[in-house]
């Protein structure tokens, strides 16, 4: 035993051979030596806090209730492109990751999928407390910053901002963020590869993010996905309105399954039962046989699937359209093929730096299409799955392998990423169906897809009600409970066509995403009701 551990055994034995009275007394003596030693501390940390000369530069700031309006210009990190030399601004933005390095502090703050690399340092005019307080902020808060912007000596690769950086001299809490987050935002964004750059290989599973889903969606590339999303909207728009089309707001609670079978969800309307719309399918039709001619409408869909795939949902927003024809329905299938290709063009055109910020987190191939939009024939796609091995029936439906095969198949023979199958058997459709004038076994109707999956089904519709009686009552369909429907034909209805498209599944697939969860923002299914 050495001479340290020698003194320590002696104190030991020391301690033990002292009476009880002094050892009270010993207890009593450290005691006070502790409490003097916390004063002194207390009295040092409030002198610091007196002597601290940038005290008003820093701190947290009262609870924003619009008490009054600051004439005070708050500029976005993404316009933070150039030296601003020595003019003095305002960001405001959430502390991204923050680290102190002696007397300096280096954090990032973020909008949305913008960041900018900012510096505090020691100085005449910051103290020490100052630097110490912003590295004690907690990630996620949201900070109001002045400084200065400065072309920075060395590239940021960490940040969007990559060419200038900003040097600090306020910093004040507008909103503090609790210390332990569910999930990191940088593990949240880290790249879905399989082998991580960085040799981490941490990725936060998709329960935890959905659980936590104001978090996740902080990340750039979500920021970025329903950039894209709210962008298909607009290009469904403005297209078909230049085509003539009037938007219209349909029932999402109806008296009947408006697509027939149980997938339903049942909910109580008064005195009585109704049901959430599985589409807006009937309403459309019946806006036709009102002279509006050409209608689209964007809303909620529900269907009760027990589906817990990758692309189904029990809640989705539906893209709707239907458009009274002159002589074929091919006007129709023509004109959403050049919608869907308006799209994918405005898509690449507008939202590039999205689109890269989304396959930067997801890797993916960019999406292929022809102009004019590739089109097969059912017994086409038949042909060529046959060709592959695949054992399939004149009259059966596309299975979602068979689905997948062939798009892999039309892609290495055409090489798109999107085409239409038309001519589908009228044996696979619904009721409501118009059949092939030629060949009874067929029908006027047809499915889009992309990268191998359906995301649009839409037909020429029977507009003669005594033929959609006839065709419903023949499939088992309650004549009583679409009374209405046949109704709106009895006082002359024009030849029409449309469809519904799926808004989550297309954004899934044109991003080339592997769940339609990432493109809905507060997913429904099965297993999920909140938040």
């Given at each position: 035993m050495g001479?340290?551990?020698?003194?320590?055994?002696?104190?030991?034995?020391?301690?033990?051979?002292l009476?009880?009275k002094?050892?009270k007394?010993?207890?009593k003596?450290?005691?006070?030596?502790?409490?003097k030693?916390?004063?002194q501390?207390?009295?040092?940390s409030k002198q610091?806090e007196e002597?601290?000369?940038?005290?008003d530069?820093?701190?947290?700031?009262?609870?924003?209730q619009?008490?009054?309006?600051?004439?005070r210009k708050?500029?976005?990190?993404?316009?933070?492109d150039k030296?601003?030399?020595?003019?003095?601004?305002?960001?405001?933005?959430?502390?991204h990751?923050?680290?102190?390095?002696?007397?300096?502090?280096?954090f990032?703050?973020r909008?949305t999928?913008?960041?900018?690399q900012?510096?505090?340092?020691?100085?005449?005019?910051?103290?020490?407390?100052?630097?110490?307080?912003v590295?004690?902020?907690?990630?996620?808060?949201?900070?109001?910053?002045?400084?200065?912007?400065?072309?920075?000596?060395?590239?940021?690769?960490?940040c969007?901002?990559?060419?200038?950086?900003?040097?600090?001299?306020?910093?004040?809490?507008v909103?503090?963020?609790?210390?332990?987050?569910?999930?990191?935002?940088?593990?949240?964004?880290r790249p879905?590869?399989?082998?991580?750059?960085d040799?981490?290989n941490i990725?936060?599973?998709q329960?935890?993010?959905?659980?936590?889903?104001v978090?996740?969606l902080?990340t750039?590339?979500?920021?970025?996905?329903?950039?894209v999303?709210g962008?298909?909207?607009?290009l469904?728009?403005s297209?078909?309105?230049?085509?003539?089309f009037?938007?219209?707001?349909t029932?999402k609670i109806?008296?009947?399954a408006?697509?027939?079978?149980?997938n339903?969800f049942?909910?109580?309307?008064?005195?009585?039962l109704a049901?959430?719309?599985q589409?807006p399918?009937?309403?459309?039709?019946?806006a036709?046989?009102?002279?509006?001619?050409?209608?689209?409408?964007i809303?909620?869909?529900?269907?009760?699937?027990?589906?817990n795939t990758?692309?189904?949902?029990c809640?989705?927003?539906?893209?709707?359209?239907?458009?009274?024809?002159?002589?074929?329905?091919?006007?129709v299938v023509?004109?959403i093929?050049?919608?869907?290709?308006?799209i994918?063009?405005g898509l690449?055109d507008?939202?590039?730096?999205e689109?890269?910020?989304?396959?930067?987190?997801?890797?993916?191939e960019?999406f292929?299409?022809?102009?004019?939009?590739l089109r097969?024939d059912?017994?086409?796609?038949?042909?060529l799955?046959?060709?592959?091995?695949?054992?399939?029936?004149d009259?059966?439906?596309l299975?979602?392998?068979d689905?997948?095969?062939?798009?892999?198949?039309?892609?290495?023979?055409?090489?798109?990423d999107?085409y239409i199958?038309?001519?589908?058997?009228?044996?696979?459709r619904?009721?409501?169906?118009m059949?092939?004038?030629?060949?009874?076994?067929?029908s006027?109707?047809?499915?889009?897809?992309?990268r191998?999956?359906e995301?649009?089904s839409g037909?020429q519709?029977?507009h003669?009600?005594?033929?959609?009686?006839?065709r419903?009552?023949?499939l088992?369909?309650?004549?009583?409970?679409?009374?209405?429907?046949?109704?709106?034909?009895?006082y002359?209805a024009p030849p029409?066509a449309g469809?519904?498209?799926?808004?989550?599944?297309?954004?899934?697939?044109y991003?080339?995403?592997?769940?339609?969860?990432k493109?809905?923002?507060f997913?429904?299914?099965p297993?999920r009701l909140?938040?």
């Amino acid at each position: 035993m050495g001479v340290t551990g020698d003194a320590a055994a002696n104190e030991t034995e020391a301690k033990t051979t002292l009476s009880k009275k002094a050892l009270k007394k010993l207890a009593k003596d450290e005691e006070k030596a502790s409490k003097k030693k916390a004063r002194q501390a207390d009295t040092e940390s409030k002198q610091e806090e007196e002597n601290d000369y940038s005290k008003d530069l820093y701190g947290k700031l009262p609870m924003i209730q619009s008490k009054e309006k600051l004439q005070r210009k708050l500029f976005s990190i993404n316009s933070l492109d150039k030296d601003f030399g020595e003019e003095l601004i305002w960001v405001r933005g959430r502390l991204h990751t923050s680290r102190v390095k002696g007397k300096q502090c280096f954090f990032v703050l973020r909008q949305t999928q913008h960041t900018i690399q900012c510096l505090l340092s020691v100085s005449e005019k910051t103290s020490k407390q100052m630097v110490k307080f912003v590295g004690g902020v907690t990630k996620e808060s949201i900070i109001d910053v002045e400084g200065y912007i400065k072309a920075s000596p060395i590239k940021i690769e960490s940040c969007s901002q990559q060419n200038v950086e900003m040097h600090v001299s306020k910093v004040f809490v507008v909103s503090a963020s609790e210390a332990r987050l569910p999930l990191q935002i940088e593990d949240a964004s880290r790249p879905e590869i399989e082998n991580d750059p960085d040799g981490l290989n941490i990725h936060v599973n998709q329960d935890t993010r959905l659980d936590n889903r104001v978090l996740d969606l902080r990340t750039a590339a979500n920021n970025a996905i329903y950039t894209v999303e709210g962008g298909i909207c607009e290009l469904f728009r403005s297209f078909l309105h230049g085509k003539g089309f009037k938007e219209i707001h349909t029932p999402k609670i109806i008296s009947a399954a408006s697509e027939g079978g149980a997938n339903v969800f049942e909910v109580k309307y008064c005195e009585g039962l109704a049901y959430l719309a599985q589409s807006p399918q009937l309403y459309k039709q019946m806006a036709i046989t009102a002279d509006f001619d050409r209608v689209y409408t964007i809303g909620s869909v529900f269907r009760a699937e027990n589906s817990n795939t990758h692309r189904h949902l029990c809640e989705f927003i539906g893209l709707d359209l239907e458009m009274a024809f002159n002589y074929h329905y091919h006007e129709v299938v023509d004109l959403i093929g050049e919608m869907f290709v308006e799209i994918f063009k405005g898509l690449r055109d507008r939202f590039s730096k999205e689109i890269e910020t989304i396959h930067k987190q997801f890797p993916a191939e960019p999406f292929k299409f022809l102009e004019p939009s590739l089109r097969l024939d059912y017994s086409q796609g038949l042909a060529l799955l046959r060709e592959a091995g695949v054992e399939i029936g004149d009259e059966d439906d596309l299975s979602t392998p068979d689905e997948k095969l062939l798009g892999k198949i039309v892609k290495a023979k055409y090489d798109t990423d999107f085409y239409i199958l038309d001519k589908f058997p009228l044996a696979i459709r619904p009721f409501y169906t118009m059949p092939d004038a030629v060949n009874p076994k067929l029908s006027n109707s047809y499915d889009m897809f992309m990268r191998g999956e359906e995301i649009i089904s839409g037909a020429q519709r029977i507009h003669d009600p005594d033929f959609l009686s006839e065709r419903a009552a023949s499939l088992g369909v309650d004549l009583e409970k679409i009374k209405s429907y046949i109704d709106s034909f009895r006082y002359g209805a024009p030849p029409h066509a449309g469809g519904g498209i799926g808004l989550e599944r297309v954004c899934m697939l044109y991003l080339g995403l592997n769940n339609i969860r990432k493109t809905s923002m507060f997913p429904r299914d099965p297993k999920r009701l909140t938040p």
